[in-house]
């Protein structure tokens, strides 16, 4: 058996399904392009049936970074797949999606359980084996790499399992999908189901791919993962920052890192540039919005931060007394250049460049200018603070409403008010000035007073990004707006829209605030403007 494990990285399609997590094709394309330089084996580019949007930016994946040009070849070429469900439709939309790369997979998959199978499905066992049968041999039919998943294996009948699983293999499968759909099994379970799979699935042989896809319900996907993967998984799905449905998915850096740093115990390896799991984490969280909680493993900002005594004491003494693996090998920098305000452009290039920001120098020249800004009100400019520069200044999404000034009283002798002042999609500068119970809320009613879209804000988080009086703040929000589109019964309005996250950075936390929420409402407003109704083989579904 081989020793090597595939990266299966689905961030684009099954973490881009988490609430808020939304991202816009140009944004899917460069994390998709740095996953490719991250080397991840497989790339899950989107779910192309779902909507025209999202078979192109899977489309237009597969043909930039799936197939690139001689000479700008990243180094390896990864797989690039589409999700589809067991239908002839499906399936050619994935295949449509994804032909152009060089590698390409379509992935389909049905239920298997009797609660999906009689409640979802309605459909009977023979039913579903005959189902798995004819698509896998329809996908087959178009693609030679075949992935075949039977949704909630975790609560499914090993048996019945086995059964459907042969069925796919017969068909033309090249890797068999276990998911644990809902989160529901522990390590043991699941390892034992894998071990089960291997031994008892009619025509498993050397050429058909394990694989494991694990939810974290009950904080057990990496677990799960690692289970599966040492009773005989060779491909693990993964998400970057373990976003996904409900409690997201299995982190790609928790399990890579796993493997790495217990190689004595694994015997396992991947083809995973592990110093750029820091930086992709940050694009990640700063494309979809969702901030990474201080204390998640790998990536986490507290990670590699040590504030009780005894742990400092230990630290000085031989940092293996509390560190497992060093912070180089995650990307996490550990020099600790100071810059300010008397620092020229060429130290700025240098550390960027440390970080692994690659900037032209139009790009420079913006960053130089934002940087000198933050440096006149803060004494010390941190790695923490470029990030986040760096985050506000390029990776926001295409500006329809952009922040020209802000001013805010506030305090308790009177009510707090705010004066915005936006430029619009057509280069006109718009004022207005409300009234709120607190600054950032008269701000966001000033806001919605120009963009006039309607919304609701669903979420507020504001955090110092470094310590001290003149740290950088950093706001991240989702809103989720009223869509006004109707289905195909036009008497049936659908109330609301999908979620969308903004992010802002600034040393003044009204601003970060008011970033953050022209930012998501900048991807609402975009989104609105490409709503429209599809009819899927399931009904209705409301995409942008």
């Not at 909507?51 to 040009?69: H, Q, W, Y």
Request: overall charge negative; charged content about 25%; aromatic content about 4%.
């Amino acid at each position: 058996m081989s020793n090597y494990i595939k990266i299966f990285d689905t961030t684009l399609r099954d973490g881009e399904q988490s609430p808020g997590a939304t991202m816009t094709s140009a944004e899917k394309l460069e994390v998709a392009r740095n996953l490719a330089r991250l080397g991840v084996d497989i790339i899950e580019a989107g779910f192309p049936a779902a909507s025209p949007d999202d078979l192109e930016a899977v489309r237009r994946i597969a043909d930039e970074v799936g197939n690139p040009p001689i000479g700008e070849e990243q180094a390896k070429v990864p797989v690039i797949c589409g999700l589809a469900r067991a239908t002839r439709g499906d399936i050619a939309k994935a295949w449509e999606a994804v032909k152009g790369a060089r590698h390409p997979r379509i992935h389909t998959f049905l239920a298997t359980s009797e609660i999906h199978m009689k409640h979802k499905l309605d459909m009977d066992r023979e039913q579903v084996a005959g189902r798995v049968r004819e698509m896998v041999a329809y996908a087959r039919s178009l693609c030679a790499d075949v992935e075949f998943s039977p949704e909630d294996a975790g609560r499914s009948d090993p048996e019945f399992l086995y059964l459907v699983l042969g069925a796919a293999i017969e068909a033309g499968a090249t890797t068999l999908n276990i998911p644990d759909t809902v989160g529901y099994t522990t390590p043991e379970e699941f390892g034992g189901l894998i071990a089960g799979i291997i031994k008892k699935t009619p025509g498993m042989r050397e050429g058909i791919t394990v694989s494991v896809h694990t939810h974290d319900d009950l904080g057990l996907a990496t677990a799960n993962a690692l289970a599966g993967i040492r009773a005989g998984a060779r491909q693990a799905e993964v998400t970057v920052n373990g976003i996904g449905e409900r409690a997201g998915n299995t982190s790609l850096e928790e399990v890579v890192m796993a493997l790495r740093t217990r190689h004595p115990v694994f015997g396992l390896e991947t083809g995973i540039d592990t110093t750029q799991l820091a930086r992709l984490s940050r694009l990640v969280s700063n494309y979809t919005g969702i901030p990474v909680q201080p204390n998640k493993a790998i990536v986490g900002a507290n990670a590699f931060a040590h504030e009780a005594g005894i742990h400092q004491d230990g630290m000085l003494k031989h940092n293996q007394t509390y560190e497992i693996m060093r912070p180089e090998d995650v990307g996490v920098s550990q020099t600790n250049l100071v810059l300010g305000k008397h620092s020229g452009r060429h130290a700025l290039r240098a550390r960027l460049a440390e970080m692994g920001h690659a900037l032209d120098e139009v790009e420079l020249d913006q960053a130089f200018t934002r940087f000198k800004a933050l440096a006149d009100r803060k004494k010390v400019i941190t790695d923490a603070d470029l990030e986040a520069l760096i985050a506000d200044e390029f990776y926001q999404p295409l500006s329809v409403y952009s922040l020209e000034g802000l001013q805010v009283t506030c305090g308790t002798m009177g009510m707090p008010t705010a004066t915005v002042r936006l430029k619009g999609p057509d280069g006109r500068v718009q004022t207005q000035v409300a009234m709120g119970t607190g600054p950032v809320d008269a701000t966001y009613k000033a806001i919605n007073a120009i963009v006039d879209t309607p919304n609701t804000l669903l979420e507020f988080n504001i955090h110092a990004i470094t310590e001290g009086i003149d740290a950088l703040g950093e706001v991240t929000v989702r809103v989720q707006g009223k869509n006004g589109q109707q289905t195909m019964d036009a008497q049936k309005e659908l109330p609301y829209s999908r979620i969308y996250g903004g992010h802002g950075a600034d040393t003044d936390i009204i601003v970060a605030s008011a970033k953050a929420y022209i930012n998501a409402l900048n991807k609402l407003v975009i989104s609105q403007t490409r709503m429209q109704t599809v009819q899927t083989d399931f009904g209705v579904m409301l995409v942008g």
